[in-house]
């Protein structure tokens, strides 16, 4: 197994950082890492916003509800972003554009552009010994993130990754066999192949160093989905002008 493999198989969630900022270097390293990134038909549909001001941390932390989210060296916030597109045309074009950037193809195509681009930044930042989490309880109140970012139409916040230097060592979760995930020619998932994961994650929930339990993924999972979470994503993306039709 080569060390980029091994690098990527080795990536952990890490909520608690040292008190030690990343430098214009390795911020503009990871920038450029995610910028490499594919992208379809070359629309680069996705904007990263650096949050320094430690006033602006900490109204997202009372949106995301986790203190990580206002204590870490970098929080950045990926949006999908198709009003760079509409800005770099005339307005007789954004009118004929509208069609396309407004129905839910486009809109697939800018949250696939922008956590293409979010993984390549995970990766460049690991490689640098740094670690990071998604914050996808931005969401809890996408609105209110919208309007603290002051996003345009045609641009959305997505999630956000903080990025800094690991201040802990947390166990690595298992993940499915590849025999859940990996399926030839059709899909044919098997029951049995979740059975086996949940003795799995059993396991780990019951040994693990800290907040040990007794639980498994599919529990896990009930427990999230049976209540109504963030019904209000759909409505506010219509209001930004995306994925209409």
């Not at 890490?14 to 070359?42: D, G, H, M, W």
């Not at 990071?132 to 916040?157: E, H």
């Not at 044919?188 to 396991?203: D, F, G, M, R």
Request: net charge positive.
């Amino acid at each position: 197994m080569n060390d980029v493999i091994q690098l990527i198989k080795n990536h952990r969630s890490i909520r608690k950082f040292k008190e030690k900022p990343l430098n214009e270097e390795q911020i503009n390293a990871i920038v450029e890492a995610a910028q490499s990134a594919s992208t379809s038909s070359y629309y680069q549909a996705y904007s990263i916003i650096n949050i320094t001001d430690p006033k602006l941390k900490h109204e997202l932390r009372q949106v995301s509800g986790q203190s990580y989210v206002e204590n870490n060296p970098n929080l950045f916030v990926f949006c999908a972003d198709m009003n760079r597109m509409m800005t770099s045309q005339s307005e007789e074009i954004q009118e004929k554009m509208k069609q396309n950037i407004e129905n839910t193809e486009f809109f697939m195509m800018a949250t696939i552009d922008t956590a293409l681009a979010a993984q390549n930044a995970v990766i460049a930042a690991e490689s640098m010994g740094l670690g990071i989490c998604f914050i996808g309880s931005l969401r809890n109140n996408i609105k209110r993130v919208n309007d603290l970012l002051k996003l345009p139409k045609y641009v959305i916040p997505l999630f956000g990754i903080v990025v800094g230097y690991p201040n802990e060592n947390p166990e690595l979760k298992p993940r499915f066999n590849t025999d859940a995930i990996l399926f030839e020619n059709e899909y044919h998932l098997k029951k049995e192949a979740i059975e086996v994961y949940n003795k799995t994650t059993e396991s780990y929930y019951e040994k693990r160093s800290t907040n040990n339990r007794k639980d498994n993924w599919s529990h896990q999972i009930g427990r999230k989905l049976t209540k109504p979470i963030r019904m209000d994503v759909a409505s506010f993306v219509q209001s930004k002008g995306l994925n209409k039709h």
